[in-house]
């Protein structure tokens, strides 16, 4: 790492203590949440009234600070959000995280020079993604933890954009912005920031029972020399829910490690593991050695080792600030306040002679040295005064006031931005489109659908398919095999694409597909949709997450009526463990016998479905209003031509579903 540049070291806050570890340990940058709008709700977290002195506290120490606004947002949210927003601006926010794109187009529009940095749960894999996010308006991206060094180099020699990289904390088994499993299992959704890692249970496949969705936690520390090579400009630790001490500890670390230029050793590993690890740590994906060894839980011996950890963290110092004022005889009285290379300079009414008791040179050091409710202390003072002079001191505390406010303050006019929906420009007509995980498991008769989907890499010539659908996940070593399907499948006449993906959509337009925005996309609000639409998309399919009173504001776009809906998407595979890679499929059972079935797809991911359909055909008319998206995964050919006659029956299902409520 020696001669390289100097990367940005980002390190988590989820409250205050937290905050002062971060920047006793050296950090360059906090992410820090609100009360609301962030996705670690569950952390204590900042509230507006409090988040103001964070924010003043970090700049004090030269630390910027980056807010997260990272859930999708409801429609009837938006004005909240944005007020939040304007807060968060006058306040001197250095950036905010956002992971919904039709809140990044709302807050480019009304705050066009706040930085915008698109989170990992936009699940930017490749440099197409990256590339529209910075289109879009955003600094930075946040490249999803599953890149590998080959894939992350790439998008970084390749961009104009800041890339931020997960380098240390927990990982996800679903590909970031791609799970549904806890909102499925209980309603909580880790798109709302309301998680409850299910992926952390034990789950068993052929009554192999195992935590086989639980990542170990990732780290590499082992390869910031690497790292430092491609040029990455963030390091981000992962940990809003972690102690201070957590943060402290770890944050040294890499400080220590950026600072001389250097890999971690052994014993700076051991002290990482014990500061908090689940067996240990993987760095598995960065390797491209994706397998077994990746798994791990938090165990007994991992508790023990944290307990045993012995991290002080030392009091953190202010930093010293300069004060020279000047009080000339009918002169304006002046205050200058100097630290690390800023200044702030006040001015007050004209001093006047004293009719009785004048003001003495201590009285005004005692007024103006008063740095206590500050980010700051005391350094050098020096007075300038006139004999005979007289300064109420209420006049020098509201000087000391306004001269450390302006300190550190960026000067920004305040902004009230007025939430006015626009139309989103919704297809007129009604469309009905079905994917089908299986081919082969199409029924001879599929006229009741506009649109027949499947995966490109499944497509084979057949008259009842007329769109494919791209695999969720595409990274860029993998569009060379990907583009000459889509190539074979535009030859062969196909009008249809399904796409899942940011990064995606570039490609489509290429071979001229009649585009269909997956419910991946994960739109909430109008702001997103219309965003979709203005991409050329003529319909999208919304979040299976949005209730019927939430969808009434989406006539004319398109919900699933039927299927299981995916509930992860896994770069791990899950099956080779336990079925082999010659079935790549089987049924993942909870503790509670629910049977979730999972099937390995393009590039050996798999794609873990809900272990119950959604099923409308009885309440069809209470969707009547919205376009139809059908969803097929292990239903035999038969099972689907009998939905498919339910559904244009009105007929009742005798087995378990869940509903659009």
């Known amino acids: 790492m020696k001669n390289k540049h100097i990367p940005e070291l980002l390190c988590p806050s989820g409250d205050m203590a937290s905050l002062l570890g971060a920047i006793s340990a050296g950090a360059d940058a906090v992410y820090l949440g609100l009360d609301i709008f962030n996705a670690r709700i569950r952390a204590d977290n900042f509230t507006l009234d409090n988040v103001s002195e964070a924010i003043s506290l970090c700049h004090a120490h030269g630390v910027k600070v980056f807010v997260t606004l990272n859930i999708a947002i409801y429609e009837k949210e938006i004005p909240l959000l944005l007020e939040y927003a304007s807060r968060l601006w006058t306040a001197g926010v250095d ?25 990992t749960q936009c699940t930017a894999h490749n440099l197409d993604g990256v590339s529209m996010l910075q289109k879009m308006g955003c600094k930075r991206v946040v490249v999803a933890r599953e890149l590998d060094k080959k894939n992350i180099s790439y998008i970084k020699s390749n961009t104009s954009a800041e890339i931020e990289a997960f380098v240390h904390g927990a990982h996800c088994m679903s590909v970031s912005g791609q799970c549904l499993m806890s909102y499925a299992l209980g309603g909580r959704s880790g798109n709302r920031g309301e998680c409850a890692q299910p992926c952390r249970l034990p789950y068993s496949i052929n009554k192999k029972q195992s935590y086989m969705l ?72 960065f390797k491209g050695a994706i397998d077994s060894s990746m798994l791990g839980v938090r165990s007994e011996d991992d508790k023990v080792r944290t307990s045993n950890i012995a991290t002080d963290i030392p009091e953190l110092k202010k930093p010293q600030i300069t004060v020279s004022a000047r009080f000339v005889l009918g002169e304006k009285a002046t205050l200058t306040l100097r630290y690390s290379g800023k200044s702030a300079t006040v001015y007050a009414d004209i001093v006047e002679e004293a009719k009785n008791a004048p003001m003495s040179k201590e009285d005004i050091i005692k007024s103006l040295s008063k740095f206590g409710q500050t980010p700051f202390e005391l350094g050098a003072i020096e007075i300038e005064k006139s004999d005979n002079i007289m300064v109420r001191v209420s006049k020098l505390n509201a000087l000391r006031r306004e001269a450390v406010s302006k300190l550190l303050s960026y000067g920004r006019e305040p902004i009230d931005p007025i939430y006015k929906p626009k139309s989103i420009c919704a297809s007129k007509d009604k469309i009905r489109s079905a994917f ?49 399907m889509l190539e074979k499948a535009k030859n062969d006449g196909i009008k249809y694409a399904l796409v899942s993906n940011i990064g995606q959509i570039e490609r489509v337009k290429k071979y001229g597909f009649i585009s269909q925005a997956n419910f991946r996309f994960n739109a909430f609000n109008r702001p997103c949709v219309r965003f979709l639409h203005d991409l050329g998309f003529d319909s999208v399919i919304m979040s299976p997450e949005l209730s019927l009173r939430q969808l009434e504001d989406f006539k004319g776009e398109s919900v699933v009526a039927y299927g299981k809906i995916p509930v992860m998407t896994t770069h791990k595979c899950i099956l080779k463990d336990s079925v082999g890679c010659d079935k790549c499929k089987g049924y993942m059972k909870d503790r509670v016998d629910a049977e979730f079935y999972a099937e390995g797809i393009f590039s050996h991911r798999n794609v873990i479905f809900n272990s119950v359909p959604v099923y409308m055909a009885d309440k069809i008319d209470e969707i009547s209003s919205f376009s139809h998206h059908f969803i097929f995964t292990d239903e035999s050919k038969d099972e689907c031509a009998g939905i498919i006659y339910a559904y244009k029956n009105k007929i009742k299902s005798l087995k378990g579903f869940r509903r659009i409520k």
């Open 436 to 484: 089908f995980l299986d081919p082969d498991k199409i029924p001879d008769d599929v006229s009741y659908f506009d649109r027949i989907y499947v995966y490109v890499d499944r497509y084979k010539r057949d008259k009842r398919i007329n769109g494919i659908a791209l695999p969720p996940v595409i990274f860029d070593n993998e569009w060379t095999s990907i583009e000459k």
């Open 95 to 119: 950036a905010v995280i956002v992971s919904d794109l039709g809140i990044i187009t709302l807050l480019r529009e009304h705050f066009p020079e706040l930085e915008i940095h698109a989170s």
């Open 214 to 285: 639980s990542l170990k936690d990732m780290s590499l520390a082992p390869h910031l020399s690497e790292l430092s090579d491609i040029g990455v400009d963030s390091y981000k630790i992962e940990g809003r829910m972690k102690s201070d001490a957590y943060v402290y500890g770890v944050g040294s670390i890499y400080r220590r490690l950026i600072d001389n230029g250097r890999n971690a050793e052994k014993g700076e590993l051991r002290t990482l593991e014990a500061l908090f690890s689940r067996q240990g740590f993987t760095d598995g994906y």
